[in-house]
């Protein structure tokens, strides 16, 4: 599910926005002061679990009985666990319960503290201050101090994937132990999502990257401690006793065992004879069947995730807006979306789904299926006996499911698809080289609106590879971007992704769920909306 | 022990059975090899009439009705997609069976004549050639099918040619064995002390006597270039989908082995019937054209 390589992979929150609205709420009394929230916001939402998880499964048994580990099984072998230069979303799962980052998404996907007690934002909305928490240990006993987020986000500008992220911040100083400065070139109202939105923006300690094995051993302030990982053993990390929530009984398990089972059958087998505790995925066609059966819980929630096609607009006739226009008008995809997610994802024309309140759009101005009216607008642009390469990847089966439907849906256009099916490193190389004249993939862990349509849709931005170009569109996305005024920000965003709806530059198909499963033993998880796997208050009942 | 007098089996020294008479006699003796001409007949019938054939089209998507059983409308049930298993597996016949004698076309073409060329000429023609190939025959065939589909991307044409390369030196091998054994032969030496030039040696001369393990290894590579062919497919490297092929329907079945098992067995049954088809008829092609298996052949059918 990760877009990989040079797709940074992020973890996404669907309601996140609230932090950033209520920040930029209140900077008309000049700064904003969290701090007060801030203590007992950790205390309540970030425990939440926890404190029902501590009640429910008392530590004091598991300690007594034999070691309380859960085995996770996931899809795919973690490529590197430097949480800085991968983008697997294997390496993630791990990553996630072994370091923290400065705040982070809670609950409810809002921005709650983490290794930042709370944070201040000056008058002129270019400085961030964040205000450390004291007497956290990374696993290896050195205490964690301000020279740490300095360093972590310094090498993550320089050679980090997100390193973009930090595109409006010139500089990060350190005041003292526990405060941390960020200096930006342009008011960033989403700037927590940006420097904390998911683990690789992980604080790492300085000195395992200085001696090469971050890689290889992870240091981290988290609730889980890395230990080791070999192809027989999996991944196995064990609680960390000085966590900085071991307060609230954090964490409950005794260790984590992370299996890796490629193939999604076995790995449901796996499940069904106790083999594993948890899996990471769940076949889409699985999930019915697997949510009636005895000692499996299926967790599903709607995903902020969504799935697209562009058409090359660098190549004729796709530069034509009619002819995109056709296309999408002449699709159905509510089709798509039951064929290739067995009815586990919501249809939508836009990016945004609606679960991600603050931000979505409800605008639909295609018709579904409609293929009189996309002859028309194909005789309208004098385009006929139309061919499309249309570039997908098994490596993403479902861009292979969903192009074979579009192919027969635009068929009674005499629209000919040649679906061009290549492993995920070349589809990028030809995605990248403009070698296509569609390309279909998802977007995943997006959580602001200027994760969704900036890189996208912006003229000449890196990920506009369908060469999309709209200066009244550009001239919104980047006043969006520095719009303090969390309703003026939405209403720019409304205008801007109307036109990319209208101008189909992404012909988006729909948000697909977000689907876990375990074993009735397992307490205290819940499959997130951006899709973390956090194991800080799951324990196993006996 | 005693042989009806009437039998086909009996021959008279006086009057001999002409060479290529006496091999379809020894072929259709062998019932398995009669079996696997029989359903190789139907086989490429049904891939010549595939269209017509077919009740329905390859991607005739219809979702309300995806995963079910096989039924009197769908004999071979449908697929995730809710298409015709049956149609796409008739259609894929053609992709198979295509693919199969194009490459070992192609292999042939190369092969025999290198083999020709090197075993005639000897020295350093041979050595050159012969360690080309050599290099071709070091990679397991199926990874260096898998190689040259990554340079020149899938599809069915570029799959045609991997195979058909993977599949060239060993013709250039067997032609080459058999050529230097037979330029030896004295109606060699007659021929060329009467002055025949090279090309009618090797093609009037050599060629005719070197066809017969030619002839098993294309039979029997037409097997392997078809299971080639699927897994390929099976890997996404041949045709590309809504096209079918065995081998990708496979693959696509295999996420739905628990709720549609119909969606990989029929692909996979065809493949089966398909490839044991080619083998049969290559074994028994051997045992006919063998002359050391003639003997047994022989003496199996006299004691029947």
């Known amino acids: 599910m990760t877009r990989s390589a040079i797709r940074p992979k992020w973890v996404l929150m669907l309601l996140a926005i609230a932090l950033v609205a209520a920040a930029c709420g209140d900077d008309d009394a000049e700064t904003t002061t969290t701090a007060a929230a801030a203590g007992t916001t950790t205390v309540t939402t970030a425990g939440d679990d926890g404190d029902t998880a501590t009640t429910a499964a008392p530590a004091t048994t598991a300690a007594a009985a034999e070691p309380m580990v859960l085995v996770a099984a996931q899809g795919s072998e973690p490529d590197t666990l430097d949480p800085h230069l991968t983008s697997a979303y294997a390496s993630f799962q791990v990553l996630e319960n072994v370091y923290d980052t400065l705040v982070q998404p809670g609950d409810d996907l809002s921005m709650e503290p983490a290794l930042a007690e709370s944070?201040?934002?000056?008058?002129?909305?270019?400085?961030?201050?964040?205000?450390?928490?004291?007497?956290?240990?990374?696993?290896?006993?050195?205490?964690?101090?301000?020279d740490d987020v300095v360093f972590s986000f310094e090498r993550i500008i320089a050679e980090g994937l997100n390193g973009w992220r930090f595109g409006s911040v010139e500089s990060v100083t350190a005041v003292d132990d526990y405060t941390v400065d960020v200096t930006l070139t342009v008011p960033s109202p989403n700037l927590l999502v940006s420097v904390a939105g998911f683990k690789g923006m992980a604080i790492v300690a300085k000195e395992t990257v200085e001696d090469g094995t971050i890689?290889?051993?992870?240091?981290?302030?988290?609730?889980?401690?890395?230990?080791?990982?070999?192809?027989?053993?999996?991944?196995?990390?064990?609680?960390?006793?000085?966590?900085?929530?071991?307060?609230?009984?954090?964490?409950?398990?005794?260790?984590?065992?992370?299996?890796?089972?490629?193939?999604?059958?076995?790995?449901?087998?796996?499940?069904?004879?106790?083999?594993?505790?948890?899996?990471?995925?769940?076949?889409?066609?699985?999930?019915?069947?697997?949510?009636?059966?005895?000692?499996?819980?299926?967790?599903?929630?709607?995903?902020?995730?969504?799935?697209?096609?562009?058409?090359?607009?660098?190549?004729?006739?796709?530069?034509?807006?009619?002819?995109?226009?056709?296309?999408?008008?002449?699709?159905?995809?509510?089709?798509?979306?039951?064929?290739?997610?067995?009815?586990?994802?919501?249809?939508?024309?836009?990016?945004?789904?609606?679960?991600?309140?603050?931000?979505?759009?409800?605008?639909?101005?295609?018709?579904?299926?409609?293929?009189?009216?996309?002859?028309?607008?194909?005789?309208?642009?004098?385009?006929?006996?139309?061919?499309?390469?249309?570039?997908?990847?098994?490596?993403?089966?479902?861009?292979?499911?969903?192009?074979?439907?579009?192919?027969?849906?635009?068929?009674?256009?005499?629209?000919?698809?040649?679906?061009?099916?290549?492993?995920?490193?070349?589809?990028?190389?030809?995605?990248?080289?403009?070698?296509?004249?569609?390309?279909?993939?998802?977007?995943?862990?997006?959580?602001?609106?200027?994760?969704?349509?900036?890189?996208?849709?912006?003229?000449?931005?890196?990920?506009?590879?369908?060469?999309?170009?709209?200066?009244?569109v550009d001239a919104l996305l980047d006043a969006a971007r520095v719009e303090t005024d969390s309703a003026a920000r939405k209403a720019l965003y409304d205008q801007a992704a109307a036109m990319i709806v209208d101008d189909a530059s992404y012909i988006y198909?729909?948000?697909?769920?977000?689907?876990?499963?375990?074993?009735?033993?397992?307490?205290?998880?819940?499959?997130?909306?951006?899709n973390a796997i956090r194991f800080v208050g799951t324990f196993l009942q006996p | 022990m005693t042989v009806a007098p009437s039998t086909p089996m009996e021959r008279l020294p006086e009057k001999p059975v002409s060479r290529s008479r006496e091999i379809w006699q020894t072929l259709i003796a062998n019932r398995l090899a009669v079996a696997g001409l029989v359903v190789l007949a139907l086989l490429v019938l049904m891939a010549v009439l595939?269209?017509?054939?077919?009740?329905?089209?390859?991607?005739?998507?219809?979702?309300?009705?995806?995963?079910?059983?096989?039924?009197?409308?769908?004999?071979?049930?449908?697929?995730?997609?809710?298409?015709?298993?049956?149609?796409?597996?008739?259609?894929?016949?053609?992709?198979?069976?295509?693919?199969?004698?194009?490459?070992?076309g192609f292999a042939l073409a190369f092969g025999v004549p290198i083999g020709l060329v090197a075993g005639?000429?000897?020295?350093?023609?041979?050595?050159?050639?012969?360690?080309?190939?050599?290099?071709?025959f070091s990679f397991p065939a199926i990874l260096l099918a898998i190689a040259i589909l990554a340079v020149l991307g899938p599809g069915i044409r570029n799959a045609m040619v991997a195979i058909g390369l993977v599949y060239t030196p060993i013709f250039a091998r067997i032609t080459r064995g058999s050529v230097i054994v037979v330029s030896e032969e004295v109606y060699i030496r007659a021929a060329r002390s009467l002055g025949a030039r090279d090309g009618r040696i090797i093609?009037?001369?050599?060629?005719?006597?070197?066809?017969?393990?030619?002839?098993?290894?294309?039979?029997?590579?037409?097997?392997?270039?078809?299971?080639?062919?699927?897994?390929?497919?099976?890997?996404?490297?041949?045709?590309?989908?809504?096209?079918?092929?065995?081998?990708?329907?496979?693959?696509e079945g295999?996420?739905?082995?628990?709720?549609?098992?119909?969606?990989?067995?029929?692909?996979?049954?065809?493949?089966?019937?398909?490839?044991?088809?080619?083998?049969?008829?290559?074994?028994?092609?051997?045992?006919?054209?063998?002359p050391k298996q003639k003997s047994v052949i022989e003496s199996r059918g006299q004691s029947v």
Request: charged content about 15%.
């Open chain 1, 119 to 146: 944070w201040t934002i000056s008058a002129d909305n270019l400085t961030w201050t964040f205000v450390l928490r004291q007497g956290v240990k990374f696993h290896n006993g050195r205490e964690f101090v301000a």
């Open chain 1, 215 to 472: 890689a290889t051993n992870p240091v981290g302030t988290g609730p889980f401690r890395f230990v080791s990982q070999s192809p027989d053993g999996g991944i196995v990390l064990e609680a960390n006793s000085d966590f900085w929530r071991a307060g609230e009984g954090l964490p409950i398990l005794d260790g984590i065992r992370f299996v890796q089972i490629p193939d999604a059958g076995t790995k449901l087998t796996a499940l069904r004879t106790g083999e594993v505790d948890w899996i990471d995925a769940v076949p889409p066609q699985d999930v019915d069947g697997l949510s009636s059966e005895a000692g499996i819980t299926v967790g599903r929630v709607p995903g902020g995730d969504y799935h697209y096609f562009a058409l090359n607009q660098n190549r004729p006739p796709f530069n034509d807006v009619r002819v995109r226009r056709a296309i999408a008008t002449a699709i159905n995809r509510t089709e798509i979306a039951e064929a290739a997610q067995f009815g586990a994802a919501t249809a939508n024309q836009t990016a945004i789904p609606a679960s991600n309140g603050s931000w979505h759009l409800d605008y639909a101005p295609y018709q579904s299926a409609d293929i009189a009216g996309a002859q028309a607008l194909l005789d309208d642009a004098g385009v006929a006996d139309l061919s499309i390469d249309f570039l997908v990847t098994s490596d993403f089966p479902e861009t292979v499911t969903q192009a074979q439907v579009i192919a027969a849906q635009l068929a009674p256009l005499g629209i000919t698809v040649n679906i061009v099916d290549v492993d995920f490193g070349t589809w990028l190389d030809m995605e990248g080289n403009g070698e296509f004249d569609a390309f279909m993939l998802s977007w995943i862990g997006n959580i602001d609106p200027d994760d969704f349509y900036y890189a996208q849709h912006h003229t000449g931005e890196w990920a506009n590879f369908q060469g999309y170009s709209n200066p009244d």
């Open chain 1, 509 to 530: 198909l729909y948000n697909p769920d977000n689907i876990n499963a375990w074993s009735d033993a397992v307490g205290g998880y819940a499959t997130r909306g951006d």
């Open chain 2, 50 to 104: 595939a269209e017509v054939i077919a009740p329905f089209g390859i991607n005739d998507i219809d979702i309300p009705n995806r995963l079910t059983g096989p039924s009197m409308s769908h004999w071979f049930g449908t697929d995730d997609l809710g298409r015709d298993v049956l149609s796409r597996v008739i259609i894929a016949s053609r992709v198979s069976l295509q693919v199969g004698f194009i490459a070992v």
């Open chain 2, 120 to 136: 005639y000429y000897r020295g350093k023609t041979d050595s050159i050639l012969m360690r080309l190939m050599d290099i071709l």
């Open chain 2, 203 to 251: 093609f009037r001369h050599i060629l005719p006597n070197v066809l017969a393990p030619i002839i098993v290894q294309t039979t029997l590579s037409l097997a392997f270039a078809i299971l080639s062919e699927a897994a390929l497919s099976f890997l996404g490297l041949g045709v590309q989908p809504p096209n079918p092929a065995w081998g990708r329907m496979l693959a």
């Open chain 2, 254 to 290: 295999r996420n739905f082995f628990q709720q549609a098992p119909w969606m990989g067995i029929f692909p996979g049954v065809a493949i089966l019937v398909t490839v044991m088809s080619f083998n049969f008829v290559g074994d028994g092609l051997r045992d006919a054209l063998d």
